[in-house]
Antibody, heavy 119, light 107 residues
Framework: QEQLVQSGAEVKKPGASVKVSCQTP????????FHWVRQAPGQGLEWMGW????????NYAQNFQGRVTMTRDTTIGAVYMELSSLKSDDTAVYYC????????????WGQGTLVTVSS | DIQMTQSPSSVSASVGDRVTITCRAS??????LAWYQQKPGQAPKLLIY???SLQSGVPSRFSGSGSGTDFTLTISSLQPEDFATYYC?????????FGQGTRLEIK
């Protein structure tokens, strides 16, 4: 079972940025897109965008345009999500997820990274 | 954006019961729909994709139906491990959107 491993919990102050990593040990990028989904405490799932790990191309949800940047490092098979200008309502668990066979259904998920924004 | 509306928001049921959860899209999405199960403190788990296809390793008591705007997830005989929150997700058009979730509780 493919496992996505994310970086650890973060505590940030309002206005700061956070960068979360997602890696599959031993994985070679095959072109299946990686997506980022977040979940505020006690709330539902919110899609943030995707990155094509081969080309580096991205597509961001309008809600996050201008604040989110998704990148990848092909040498280690890692993808990253950076969110800037953090606000308290950005407090959430952030998940990376990989598509199933080129379709935007998320068959593989990271364990989640809790980002807490607090002064 | 395509709005996904699930019903009910919560349901109480007993082990062995048959349970149905519905999901309605604000516009037609063909069969571009998935269902996920999420337990507290865990990432979501893909159960059904393309509206009716069972993800590998998922028990056959889970099934999905529907196309267009109306979809259903059915659990034929509830097991103790099925008590969780369920989400539908449309993949027809970006931005990808999820339903608000249905919490399945033990009666």
């Amino acid at each position: 079972q493919e496992q996505l491993v994310q970086s650890g919990a973060e505590v940030k102050k309002p206005g700061a940025s956070v960068k979360v990593s997602c890696q599959t040990p031993g994985y070679t990028f095959t072109g299946h897109f990686f997506h980022w989904v977040r979940q505020a405490p006690g709330q539902g799932l919110e899609w943030m965008g995707w990155i094509n790990p081969n080309s580096g191309g991205t597509n961001y949800a309008q809600n996050f345009q201008g604040r989110v940047t998704m990148t990848r490092d092909t040498t280690i098979g890692a993808v990253y999500m950076e969110l800037s200008s953090l606000k308290s309502d950005d407090t959430a668990v952030y998940y990376c997820a990989r598509e199933k066979e080129g379709e935007p259904f998320f068959a593989f998920w990271g364990q989640g990274t809790l980002v807490t924004v607090s002064s | 954006d395509i709005q996904m509306t699930q019903s009910p928001s919560s349901v109480s049921a007993s082990v062995g019961d048959r349970v149905t959860i519905t999901c309605r899209a604000s516009q037609g999405i063909s069969s571009w729909l998935a269902w996920y199960q999420q337990k507290p403190g865990q990432a979501p788990k893909l159960l059904i994709y393309a509206a009716t296809s069972l993800q590998s390793g998922v028990p056959s008591r889970f099934s999905g139906s529907g196309s267009g705007t109306d979809f259903t997830l059915t659990i034929s005989s509830l097991q103790p491990e099925d008590f969780a929150t369920y989400y539908c997700q449309q993949a027809n058009r970006f931005p990808i959107t999820f339903g608000q979730g249905t919490r399945l509780e033990i009666k």
